[in-house]
Each structure stands twice: as C-alpha cells, then as structure tokens.
C-alpha cells in the first residue's frame, strides 16, 4: 500500500469531508439493511410473502430513482442537491417507520422514501467526482477507490451498532438513529461546494453499487476517456456471453435472497438474536476486504471462468452447510465461504464479461450489472414465496440449486459426449 499517496489525499480540499460524509451514509445502510426484514415479521405482521414483495419494491425503486437520478444529473448537474434530496428522503423514511405498522402505507414509504433514499449511494461518488478538485484522473480513480474502501470499512463495525442500538432501544431507537445518520451526511455535504468549472457530464458512473455485504453488486470507476474496444482478444459466442450471464444473475439473485432470510432464520428458527447476526456480516466484510485486494493485484493474470466457476461452487457448500447445520456459533465461521464469493464475484464478473465482448465494453459493463439489478429486485418475491412454502432450511436448499446451475453453466459440460460415452458402455442385452 502506498501510504504517501493516502496522506496526499489527506490534503485535497473538501476530500477528508467526503470521506467522512461516505462513512456516515455507509454505517446508516450497513446497521438498518440486515434488520429490516426482521422488523417486517416482528413488528409489522408480515407475511413471508408481504415482506418479499415489501423488499422486492424497495429494490426496483432504488433502482429506478438511481437511473432516473443518473441521467438527469448527465443533462443538469446539480449533484449536490439530488444527493440532499435523496438524503432527506431517506432520513423521512426512517422517522415514519417508527410510527407506521400498516402494510399499505409502508409500501407507500419503501418506494417513495427508502427506495428513493437508496440512490443517495451512488450520487454521493458522483457528487465526489465533481466535488473533489482533482485535474489528474489517475488520482481522481484513485480518490473514488479509497471512498469505496471506507464504505467497504463501514460495514465492519456497522451492523454491530445496529445490533447493540435495536437490542438497547428497539427498532424505534434503531430508525431514529438511521435518520439521524441520513441528517448528518447531509449536513456534511451541505457545508460542501460543487466545482463550478466541471461539465455535467464528466463524472462518475450513474451507478455505484452498495455495500459488498448486502449485495454482489460492485461497481468500478469508469475512466475520463472512453474504454477503448480491444481488437486482439476474439469475441466470444452469444451462447457462451448469455450463459456466463446468466449464471452471474443466478448468483446474485441467491445472495440477495439469502441476505434477506439469513437474519430471520437466525432469529427466529435457531433462536439466537441480532448481535448473532450482526457478528455475522461484520465478519463477512471484514474477510472480503483482504480478498478483494489479493484479487484485484492479480486478476490480470488469473482465469476468471475457473475462479468464477469455483465461486459457484464454494456458494454451493455454503448453501448446503446453512440447511444442515442447527447452531449459530457454526453459521459465523461460513461467512468465510460468503466472502469468497462476494470478493471473486465482485472482482472478476464485470471484467470477465468484458473479456468475453472485447468489443463493445460498454455494452458488456452494462451487461453485468443489469444482471445484478435483476437479482436484486428478483430476490424478494422469490424469498418470500420459498420461506412461505418450504421455509428457511428449503429455502437455502433452493438457493444451493441455483449456485449449482450457476456452476453448470459456467463449465458449460460436454452433455452429448458424455451421454455417447454411457450409452456406448451400457450394457446391451444380446437377441
């Protein structure tokens, strides 16, 4: 690590109040996220399948308030002020939901203010992008990179609070210090000032991915000149770009899926409670920070159909090892295997994907993360009706199949030779 180039950042106007505004907003999502579907069942009567459509709302509008967010600051600018609404409507969400029980009206809040108060995640690095007077844009990629790393950080320590807050004062203490954490962000970046001299369109991607823990949804910093399309490498098949695809979607619809589960399963089917839970994904996201660096050093040179073919295939154990076992203290040490699939999906999808379309890299990044928008939004709906239907342990179960035809699809196996191979050794019984 160079250490000088930290301290440089130290020094970048506005840079450190970025910084600090990125940690607040993270620890806000990383300690409220694990526990919002635990208060759905516990304190809103939700039905398995009202919380996954509940979820699945949430998700489709943070998306769109995220997209719709991203295009218009491309035409207007104007970073700062979407970043404060989106704040605000975060911190509003927050507060009602302290107040509100009735289902109705709390879809009503999920879209319009939590869903909207999601895009706040990927309009503060666009707002850091024209915030932070950085002419260099090798230092720029790098600035970004060291926010992602304190967001990354955030979810560390950030579900432990939550656990410590919900177990001190209830969800009523938990919402008001998550609207508190929204309010100070924005508190933040109000003292802040755009650079006047920055086009609208120079800046960041209008998507930046959340927290690794939640989500395998990862996004990189685009560079300030296009990509350029790569002529050496050949284009790979249609067949083989879907089927990679494909398989990337199936992974990220199972994690989602399970981070929505694994903290009602803990609690309520193996009775252990949210400080369980929070040791948990604090555990996950402290052991992806290590990977995510081994692998970004050396994805260059690594194979990343086999790594990624692998990933399918820890995320099966893990899948299976969650319906077998019946005891909490052996769910924490498998978080292990969740980190490697975080951290292996997280570095090598997106350039594996462009790999496969040398071509057209814009098209393949896009690719990739509509792949993982769709897990996302898929998630809840399918959670909701499989814990309804053949509760927590099926549900896992369901969630190894899908690694397992992730896995399938990546190795992509000879199904024709290895059938001829059977049918030629068969025995054959003689007329």
């Known amino acids: 690590m160079n250490y000088s180039r930290l301290l440089s950042l130290t020094r970048i106007p506005s840079f450190m109040s970025l910084a600090g505004a990125t940690l607040v907003l993270g620890v806000a999502m990383s300690f409220t996220a694990p526990y919002l579907s635990l208060f759905g069942v516990e304190r809103a009567g939700m039905t398995p399948l009202r919380l996954g459509l509940f979820m699945t709302l949430i998700a489709a509008s ?32 927050f507060v009602l939901l302290c107040f509100v029980r009735d289902y ?20 503060v690095f666009s707002f850091g992008r024209v915030a932070l007077p950085i002419p260099d844009e090798a230092e720029r990629t790098f600035a970004t990179a060291t ?3 304190v967001l990354s950080m955030a979810w560390v320590f950030g579900p432990s609070v939550g656990a410590l807050v919900l177990a001190g004062i209830g969800f009523y203490g938990l919402f008001l210090f998550a609207a508190a954490c929204f309010a100070v962000c924005g508190a933040i970046v109000w003292r802040m000032r755009e650079t006047p001299d920055v086009e609208p369109h120079d800046e960041m991607p ?3 991915a959340g927290d690794p823990a939640t989500s395998l949804e990862v996004t ?26 494909l398989a990337l979607t199936l992974i990220g619809l199972a994690a989602n899926a399970t981070m929505i589960v694994l ?29 995510m660096l081994a692998l970004g050093a050396r994805g260059a040179t690594l194979n990343k159909m086999r790594w990624l073919a692998a990933c399918a295939g820890v995320h099966m154990v893990y899948f299976i090892c969650v319906a077998a076992v019946n005891s909490v203290s052996f769910l924490i040490p498998m978080q292990a295997l969740n980190a490697f699939v975080v951290a292996v999906t997280s570095c090598l999808g997106m350039t594996y994907v462009q790999d496969l379309m040398p071509r057209t890299p814009g098209a393949a990044t896009a690719l990739f993360f509509n ?3 769709v897990g996302s939004i898929l998630s809840g709906v399918l959670s909701g009706l499989l814990v309804a239907g053949v509760g927590y342990k099926g549900t896992f179960l369901f969630c190894g199949c899908l690694a397992l035809v992730a896995l399938i699809l990546f190795e992509d196996p000879p199904w024709r030779k290895m059938a001829r191979y059977v049918m030629d050794r068969w025995p054959r019984r003689e007329k």
């Open 62 to 93: 943070g998306v769109a308030a995220s997209g719709w967010a991203g295009k218009w600051s491309d035409r207007h600018g104007h970073h700062r002020t979407l970043l404060l609404a989106a704040l605000g409507a975060a911190a509003l969400g």
């Open 104 to 123: 109705r009206a709390l879809l009503i809040i999920g879209i319009a203010f939590l869903g909207a108060g999601g895009s706040a995640l990927s309009l």
């Open 147 to 149: 926010l992602r790393t």
């Open 206 to 208: 209008e998507r930046i």
């Open 220 to 245: 990189t910093v685009d560079p300030k000149t296009p990509v350029e399309p790569d002529f050496v490498h050949p284009v790979a098949s249609s067949r083989l770009i879907w089927r990679s695809v």
């Open 263 to 291: 903290p009602l399963y803990v609690v309520r089917a193996l009775h252990g409670t949210s400080i369980d839970v929070s040791i948990m994904l604090g555990l996950g996201a402290f052991l992806e920070i290590p990977m």
């Open 371 to 373: 792949a993982s928008r």
